[in-house]
Each structure stands twice: as structure tokens, then as C-alpha cells.
């Protein structure tokens, strides 16, 4: 059996923030969202997030959903630490918990079966691949413990992996314990982990928190069930950028670019085209389709979903529950809101779509404002099929235009003053226009 401890608990200090780290954002997700994700897809029969410092807050954004957006389901198990000792201590609440809740602390062969996935809250970035790989090399290898280590470029900030002449796995030594020579090793110590939840109970209380931060170290139950004689692997990540850990605003920052590259990558490899990666940001969770085009100065939101041969942008804004139909076109400094965009519609330039409905083929003129907010609700605005709508027409809502019907430039179509289908209307507040009158 798998499980999955994910350590939050910790207060974040080189955040410099009254929010906890893994509540900051990284591409419309908060931080602890993504190794929660990742781990689900591991196959883990429970998730364990401890919590401590603003644990509150991290509660009421995820109540009980992996996405922390209140929407996907799957229950998490909440441990707490109080107070915050080291993640060595984080990792034995969340296992006691993890033990107390599958109600197996009686029994040594289910300890013995259940595999513990441990992984530091900070780590947005691991690909499911490698924590599977971790994963079945550790139940393959029948060790005690696995770690995940790196081979990096810049091992600052990382706890270094120290073997043994023959490469055998000695210890860890954390960057504020390491002298000068042990800090020139690059094999770096993930925070990524698994262990034998029977190994983990024997040997955390064999650990000490004797060292310069005064913490009980994770990576030193590892180390101890070593040096008893049992089994340790590590397992190895090639693509450095995986471990990026976010303990600053700047490695959140960094982190942020590496995973903006990897959703663009994955867009553009899967037929859509992107003008300019270094100015386009999407965020994870959007869907785009085939032959679609992205110019740069674009931001898409998670959730967003726009079909084939749609374009967007240059300096267009899609927001979360926008749904682009195929062949739609988004121009310039337009902000999209919560709208359904129909097949071969336009909004071409400067215009704020809020809570709409467009059908097909209609023309939304520039500068066109969807009133969708009174100060107290939102309402939908519905412009039907072939619809025209005059440059600097606002449409306060609740009111739907009809199928065909055309608004003149500078109208203000007022609430429920829905407009029939092929009617023409101008002025403000907008008036019908006889079709005799127009064509004078
Ligand atoms: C940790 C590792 C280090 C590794 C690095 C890489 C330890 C001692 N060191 O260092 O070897 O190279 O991660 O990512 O583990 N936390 C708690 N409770 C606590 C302390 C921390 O839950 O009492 C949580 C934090 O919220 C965080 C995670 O554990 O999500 C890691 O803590 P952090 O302080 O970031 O550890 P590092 O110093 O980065
Ligand atoms: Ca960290």
C-alpha cells in the first residue's frame, strides 16, 4: 500500500510574508497543490498534509480538495505539528496520523506493506514520472528508505549527499552544518522520500536535533536506519529543473519561469502556436486547440479552454471560465471574464466581455463593455447568433441580444431591454430604429 505525506508546516521565514509559503501562487495554483497533484497521480491510497504555522488558512483554501480550488474531490487527512521541531518531526506527525487513520498501528506486517511517500510542500516542479519511478524502485529494491538526490549545476541551499570510497550512501549534511569541502558536493538531497512506515516509526525516535538549526532532520531517519545496517537507496533525478525548491520570492519566481516553458512547451508540441514564449503566460490547467495561435503579451488563466484555429492576443487577457469556440478571434486589450465565445466570433479590440454568451459569427465592435456588475450581483449578457455590436456599446446586464440584431456606435442597451432578433437599436439610453429610417 502507498500513502503520501506532504510537509507544510513549516513557517516560510525567507518568504518574508504574513501568508504561508505553500499558499503562494504559482501559475493559478497554490505551491502545495502541486506535490499533492503529483502524488495522486502516484497511486496513493491516502494524503497527508501537515500543517502548523497558518494552518487555518491552508485548510479553508483547500477544505478537503488537492487543488485548493474547493472543486476536485478526494479527501485529505490534516496532521498537525505544533510546535514546528524540523521536517524530521513534520514527517513522524504526518506518518502517526497517516498510521491512526488507516488504523494499522497494531499491525507490524501492514507497516511493513505501507510505503510512505514523504515530500517538502516547496517542491512544485517533480514530475509524476520520477516520483513513480522513485516509487517502484524503493518497493522493487525492498529498501528501508529511498531518496531522491541531484546531480546539480549550483547546489546552494540543498543538504549534500555524502557517500562512502566505494559510492555507498553515508550521510546528509545540511548547508548551514556543511565545511567548505562538503559544500563542493553537487549530489543534492531532493526533499523527495520514501519510506517504510515501519522503518520510519524504529528509527525517527533514534534521531537528534543536534545541530546548528536545532531541528530534527528528515533526511537523518534515513541516515540512522543506514547506519543500523539496513537498507538505503537514493534514486537519481536527471533533469535538474524538477527540483526547484521555492523557500524565497525570487525561487518562486524561478520556479514560475520553468513551469511557464513546460506548459508552453507542452502547448506548442501539441500544434498550437506561440509567438513569443517569453511574453505569453498561461497558466497550468488551460486547454488549447490544434492550429490555434497565441501572440505575445497574452495571459490565460487556469480553467480556460479555447478551441481550433482560434487567435488570441497580442495584449489579451482570458480569465478563469472562458470558453473560445473554434476560429474565434481575441484582439488587443481585451479581457475575456467567465463567457462563452461562439465559433467565428470577433472581439477584436478594447472590450471587456464579462459573464457573456456570444453565439456564432457575431461582431463585437471596439471598446465594447459587457456592464455584468450592478455593485451588488453579476449578470449574463446573451449576444445571439450573427449579432453586430456597434464600437462603444455597453451592454448592462441582465439583456440578450437577438439573433442578427445590430447596435449602433456609442449605444447604452439598458437592462432587460432585451433586443429582438434582427432589430436595429442606437443612442443612449438605445432606442429601435425603423429599418425605413436606416436606409435613408
Ligand atoms: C530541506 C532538506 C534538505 C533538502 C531541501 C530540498 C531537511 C532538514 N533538509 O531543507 O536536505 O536539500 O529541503 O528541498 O529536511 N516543514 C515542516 N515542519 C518543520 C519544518 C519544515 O512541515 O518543522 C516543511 C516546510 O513547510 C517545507 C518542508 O518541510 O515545506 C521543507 O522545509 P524547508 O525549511 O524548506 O527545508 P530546507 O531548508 O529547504
Ligand atoms: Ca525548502
Known sequence: MRAVVVLAAGKGTRMRSDRPKVLHELLGLPLLAYPLEAASAVGVTQRVVV?????????????GSALGDGKSSGGLVWAVQDP????????????????????????????????VLVLNGDLPLLRVETLTALVERHESSGAAATLLTCEKENPRGYGRIVRAAGGAFETIVEEPDADAATREIREVNVGTYVFRASAFREFFPRTKAENRQGEYYLPDVAVVAARAGLRVETFSVEDETET?????????ARAG???????????MASGVTIDDP?????????????????????????????????EVGPFAHLRAGTKLEAHASIGNFVEIKKSVIGPGSK??????????????DVNIGAGTIFANYDGVRKSTTQVQDGAFIGSGTVLVAPVTIGKGARTGAGSVVLRN????????????PAKRIEKVAQQT
Open 51 to 63: 500543517v502548523g504555522h497558518g494552518r487555518e488558512k491552508i485548510r479553508e483554501r483547500f477544505g
Open 347 to 360: 472581439v477584436r479590440h478594447l472590450s471587456y466581455v464579462g459573464d457573456g454568451i456570444v453565439g456564432r
Open 84 to 115: 514546528q521541531l524540523g521536517t524530521g518531526h513534520a514527517a513522524h506527525c504526518g506518518v502517526e496520523a497517516l498510521v491512526e487513520s488507516l488504523k494499522i498501528g497494531s499491525s507490524k506486517s501492514k507497516l511493513d506493506d505501507l510505503q
Open 244 to 252: 526547484a525548491q521555492v523557500n524565497s520570492r525570487s525561487e518562486l
Open 278 to 310: 517569453r511574453t505569453t503566460y498561461i497558466e497550468s490547467g488551460v486547454r488549447i486547440g490544434r492550429d490555434s495561435r497565441i501572440l505575445p503579451f497574452t495571459v490565460i488563466q487556469r480553467g480556460v479552454e479555447i478551441g481550433e484555429n482560434c
Open 257 to 267: 519561469e520553468i513551469l511557464r516553458a513546460r506548459i508552453l512547451d507542452d502547448l
Open 417 to 428: 431591454r432585451d433586443v429582438p432578433d434582427g432589430e436595429t437599436v442606437a443612442g443612449v
